[in-house]
């Protein structure tokens, strides 16, 4: 696993699939990216065989009939075990890719060029791949590692604010749980971020990419403490799954589930007022916390019973404990999850 993190990566790119020998190259991407880089691209693929897939932008994409689709094209067009197939888009097309370079064959090489915040500073790195079934979201999936990541800060410039903070939303998180000097240090140059301004946006997904590697390098498989990345995500989808997945993006999702657990911690005394009310203080400005109604909150609850990553029906919750620290939780009461999501603190 290795990652290159700059600006201006297409020659890189180039050269590196030279150096390895490659010949075949199937490019998997979305009529967005491709609709602003796809001629820039392909004119550095000229050196090889080249065939462009370009799927419809969005989560339903990421489905077992465009996997089907993406088969048929790679079979129809004699790509064989030398393909090299390229990941080049946010994290949807990530996902598909890295799940097709997995079966494909029994697995060929991909490379992945991610083009979102979310996708370069998450979704690239670690190695998930996979894809939703029916309404189950990432249910069917590998563990599969490209031969390189590219990752050019360049494509963030044509990216609105919603996906900026989308990504941003994942940044936080791995300063609150790994990092706090991290953490102000993103609060501190938030117009920076929102600016594009370059030298920070470096200095920010290097440091993302390093706490995501460590934390995955300890547990590639998932099974214990790469579950620390979850802070957030436990009410974080409860309150995606309240809307179906339309009204917020996952990353703002996620944000108020920080929200809404940072306050969990602090009712249970892992937290002290201060630190709750700096935490509070910086997310507030990207989303505007709701106070859910009754109603809602049960349906978010009775969502969040619902989650995979559940224990023998316990809800798991990931919460700081600490500045640089969380905690995994089973024990949560019902009486705080409620008095959180409504809002009042
Ligand atoms: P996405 O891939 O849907 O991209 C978001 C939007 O931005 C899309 O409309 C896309 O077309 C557009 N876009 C992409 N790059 C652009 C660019 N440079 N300029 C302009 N528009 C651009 O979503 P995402 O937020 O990147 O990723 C979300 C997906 O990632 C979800 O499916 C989620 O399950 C997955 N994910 C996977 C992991 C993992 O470990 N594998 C981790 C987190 C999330
Ligand atoms: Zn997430």
């Known amino acids: 696993m290795e990652n ?12 590196f ?3 390895k020998n490659k010949k075949n190259i199937f490019l998997i991407t979305d009529e967005n990216v491709s609709k602003y880089y796809l ?14 897939y370009i799927l419809e932008p969005g989560e339903k994409s990421k489905c077992l009939k465009v996997v089907e689709n993406i088969y048929m094209e790679l079979i129809n067009y004699n790509y064989d075990r030398s393909t090299t197939i390229i990941s080049f888009g946010g994290g949807v097309v ?20 991610p083009t979102t915040l979310l996708a370069q500073v998450d979704s690239s790195i670690g190695g998930k791949v996979g894809i939703d079934f029916g309404k189950y979201k990432n249910m069917i999936g590998s563990f599969y590692f490209p031969i390189k990541t590219f990752i050019d800060i360049d494509f963030l410039k044509t990216l609105d604010r919603r996906e900026m903070t989308s990504g941003l939303a994942e940044v936080l998180k791995y300063g609150l749980i790994k990092d706090y000097d991290f953490f102000r240090y993103i609060r501190d140059n ?14 920010v997904v290097e440091k993302c990419v390093s706490i995501k590697t460590e934390v995955v390098a300890m547990d590639e498989k998932d099974r214990g403490i790469r579950k620390i990345l979850n ?24 944000i108020l589930g920080m929200m809404y657990e940072s306050f969990i911690s602090k009712e249970m005394g892992l937290i002290d007022e201060e630190y709750f009310c700096e935490i509070i203080e910086t997310l507030k400005d990207l989303v505007v916390p709701v106070h859910f109604s009754n109603e809602d909150i049960t349906k978010i609850l009775s969502k969040m019973s619902h989650d995979k990553k559940n224990l023998d029906e316990r809800i798991v919750f990931v919460l700081p404990t600490g500045k640089n620290k969380v905690d995994i939780f089973d024990n949560v009461s019902k009486e705080n999850m409620r008095k959180s999501l409504k809002g009042d603190w």
């Open 4 to 15: 290159v993190i700059g600006v201006s990566l297409f020659k890189d790119i180039r050269q």
């Open 17 to 19: 699939l030279k150096e």
């Open 39 to 52: 001629e820039e691209i392909l004119y550095y693929l000229v050196p090889f065989k080249t065939r462009v």
């Open 94 to 113: 990530g996902d598909i890719s890295g799940f097709v370079a997995a079966t494909y064959l029994r697995g060929v090489d991909y490379i992945q060029i």
């Open 190 to 203: 938030i117009q920076g971020i929102y600016d594009f301004d370059e030298e920070i946006l470096i200095e």
């Open 231 to 254: 802070f957030g995500h436990t009410i974080g989808h409860g309150i995606e799954s309240l809307y179906d997945f339309s009204k917020y993006k996952h990353g703002e999702a996620i």
